[in-house]
C-alpha cells in the first residue's frame, strides 16, 4: 500500500520520534515484543508502538482496497456544475482511495474549500480536470489542545489525520500520486473533465463525471437476479423461502341441506413449487360414476393426489375420484341405499 513508509520523517512532522522503522516492502505483520527482566531491562520504545499500529493499518487498508476498489458507490465527490462563476458543487457521499475511506456529510463547493486557487475563465476553450487529493496530517496539541495529557500536562503523543482537497488542473491532466517536497504522500484520482469556454459559468453540460464507480453489492453480484451461489442457499434463493401465497375465495353453498353456510376454493403456493388446491364439485346425482370436475386454475404440469368427501349428505352416499389430470379429475357417487340423492363435495388436491 501506498504513503506507508514514514521514513524519511516527513518534514512538517514536530514531534519527537526516535524513528519509523515500518516499511511495507519488508513484509513485516506483526511485532513480537521481549520480556524485561532486572538482568536485562527492556524498554518499550515509541517506534515499536507505531510499528504494531502501521502494520496493523497496512493489512486492514490492502484488505479492504481489495474488496472494494478505488471510486465512489453512490454520489460521493460527483462534481456537478450550477451555472455558477468559476465554481461546481461536490455532492455529499462515500469515495474511497487505496484503501482509504472518505464520508462528506453534506454537499460543498470548490470555493467552499479553504486554501484553493479561484479558478480562472479561460479566454479559449480547455478542458480542465477536477481531481481529489487525500494526504495524512499530524495533529499536535498546538493544534487541538486536548491531545495533551491533563494529569502530566504534557504531549505524549500525536494524532494523524486523513486530509483531503478536490483541486482542478487548468488544461491540464491529473497529476500521479506519490511524495510532495515535505516527504507527505499524496493520494490522487480524477473526478471530472470540466469543457470550459470563454465564460466563468461552468454548467451541468460541461461537467463529465469521471470518477470509478464501485458498489461492493450491487445487482450484478447480490440480489434479485444476479443468479450467483453466493445469494443461494443450496441452490434455493431467498424468494423460494417467502411465506405461502395462498388466494382463494368464499362461495354461497349449493346444498339444500345446509342453507346459509358457505364453502371456500383457493390454492396455496409452496416454497418449491408445489401446489395446494382446494374446492367444492356440483350436485353429483347417485350412482354417478363419471362427473368431471374442473380445477379453477389448472395445475401449471401435473396432480398427483386428489381426494373428495360429502360435505353435507344425510343418506351416507361413498363418493370415490379417479381419472385425474393437471385440469381436473371425475368423481363418483355410489350411492348407499334408500334417500340416495345429489351429494356436494369438498376437495383437496396437490400438484405442481
Same mark, same amino acid.
Given at each position: ?21 515500518? !516499511? ?22 515509541? !517506534? ?23 471510486? %465512489? ?24 482511495? +487505496?484503501? /482509504? ?22 479566454? *479559449?476553450?480547455?478542458?480542465?480536470? =477536477?481531481?481529489?487529493?487525500? /494526504?495524512?496530517?499530524? *495533529? ?39 511524495? !510532495? ?7 490522487? &484520482? ?17 461537467? $463529465?463525471?469521471?470518477?470509478?464507480? @464501485? ?8 440480489? +434479485? ?14 424468494? +423460494?423461502?417467502?411465506?405461502? =401465497? =395462498?388466494?382463494? %375465495? ?5 346444498? %339444500? ?24 364439485? #356440483? ?8 362427473? #368431471? =370436475? ?6 401449471? %404440469?401435473? &396432480? ?20 385425474? $389430470?393437471? $385440469?381436473?379429475?371425475? &368423481?363418483?357417487?355410489?350411492? @348407499? ?7 356436494? &363435495? ?7
Amino acid at each position: 500500500m501506498a504513503g506507508e513508509k514514514l521514513t524519511p520523517k516527513p518534514t512538517a512532522f514536530t514531534g519527537d520520534y526516535s524513528r519509523f522503522s515500518f !516499511d511495507p516492502a519488508q513484509k513485516y505483520v506483526m511485532l513480537l515484543k521481549e520480556k524485561s527482566s532486572l538482568a536485562r531491562p527492556v524498554p518499550l520504545l515509541d !517506534d515499536e508502538l507505531n510499528f504494531m499500529q502501521q502494520a496493523l493499518l497496512s493489512q486492514l487498508r490492502a484488505s479492504f482496497a481489495s474488496i472494494t476498489g478505488d471510486g %465512489s458507490p453512490d454520489n460521493g465527490f460527483q462534481i456537478v456544475g450550477t451555472g455558477a462563476n468559476n465554481d461546481f458543487t461536490i455532492k455529499a457521499g462515500t469515495f474511497r482511495i +487505496d484503501g /482509504w475511506q472518505l464520508v462528506l456529510d453534506a454537499d460543498t463547493t470548490y470555493i467552499g474549500q479553504s486554501g484553493e486557487p479561484v479558478l480562472n475563465a479561460p479566454s *479559449v476553450p480547455r478542458p480542465d480536470e =477536477v481531481y481529489l487529493e487525500v /494526504w495524512t496530517v499530524e *495533529v499536535n496539541s498546538v493544534a487541538v489542545p486536548g491531545i495533551k495529557d491533563p494529569t502530566l500536562n504534557i504531549q505524549t503523543s500525536t494524532r494523524l489525520q486523513l486530509n483531503w482537497m478536490v483541486k482542478v488542473a487548468e488544461g491540464l491532466v491529473t497529476p500521479a500520486s506519490g511524495l !510532495d517536497g515535505n516527504n507527505v504522500y499524496r493520494w490522487r &484520482c480524477k473526478l471530472a473533465t470540466i469543457d470550459r469556454t470563454a465564460t466563468a459559468a461552468i454548467s451541468a453540460a460541461k461537467v $463529465t463525471d469521471a470518477r470509478p464507480k @464501485n458498489k461492493v453489492w450491487h445487482s450484478g453480484n447480490d440480489g +434479485d437476479g444476479s443468479a450467483l451461489d453466493a445469494d443461494t442457499l443450496d441452490g434455493k434463493h431467498y424468494t +423460494d423461502l417467502l411465506p405461502v =401465497v =395462498v388466494t382463494g %375465495s368464499i362461495i354461497a353453498s349449493a346444498n %339444500s341441506y345446509a342453507v346459509g353456510e358457505t364453502l371456500s376454493t383457493g390454492k396455496a403456493t409452496l416454497p418449491g413449487g408445489v401446489i395446494l388446491q382446494w374446492g367444492v364439485t #356440483p350436485n353429483i346425482p347417485a350412482y354417478t360414476l363419471s362427473e #368431471p =370436475v374442473t380445477f379453477d386454475p389448472p395445475f401449471p %404440469s401435473q &396432480c398427483f393426489f386428489v381426494t373428495a368427501s360429502p360435505y353435507y349428505d344425510t343418506s351416507g352416499d361413498m363418493v370415490s375420484t379417479h381419472s385425474v $389430470t393437471k $385440469t381436473g379429475f371425475k &368423481c363418483a357417487n355410489r350411492g @348407499n341405499g334408500p334417500g340416495d340423492g345429489l351429494t356436494i &363435495c369438498r376437495y383437496f388436491a396437490i400438484g405442481y
